[in-house]
């Protein structure tokens, strides 16, 4: 009996030890979305950092439930990079926000968004997440 309950510990532990460690980074609390209406157009480009000057009264959609900030993390995951020399008419921000704290933005454009200064297309799937 002594044997059984020292193997269950030692099984139990392995199993805990050998669990993939996630990188807090790499973990998201939530996701929010910032945006206007995408097809809005202006007489110039609008950069990332101009974004809440020319749209302070932007829309707002919050994902808190785990099922939903995994499927728009799932949409970020596979998007494709592009070396094109665009940079994104901004048309929303995504803020991406991390158990310790740290904020990940992204400036979203209809035809491109930058994310960890690379630039990507912006997945049509996105656009429709944000307009639902």
């Given at each position: 009996m002594k044997n059984l309950s020292?193997?269950?510990?030692?099984?139990?532990?392995?199993?805990?030890?050998?669990?993939?460690?996630?990188?807090?980074?790499?973990?998201?609390?939530?996701?929010?979305?910032?945006?206007t209406e995408l097809g809005r157009e202006t007489q110039f480009r609008i950069t990332c950092d101009k974004f809440d000057?020319?749209?302070?009264?932007?829309?707002?959609?919050?994902?808190?439930?785990?099922?939903?900030?995994?499927?728009?993390?799932?949409?970020?995951?596979?998007?494709?990079?592009?070396?094109?020399?665009?940079?994104p008419d901004v048309r929303g921000k995504i803020y991406i926000n991390h158990p310790n704290n740290a904020v990940d933005t992204l400036c979203v454009g209809v035809k491109v968004l930058t994310y960890k200064s690379a630039t990507y297309e912006t997945p049509q799937s996105l656009l429709a997440l944000i307009q639902k």
């Open positions: 020292i193997t269950a510990i030692l099984i139990a532990f392995t199993l805990f030890a050998c669990k993939p460690k996630t990188n807090p980074v790499d973990e998201v609390k939530s996701v929010r979305f910032k945006f000057y020319y749209f302070p009264e932007g829309k707002v959609k919050n994902f808190i439930q785990k099922a939903s900030v995994d499927s728009v993390m799932l949409l970020l995951t596979d998007m494709k990079r592009t070396d094109d020399g665009f940079q």
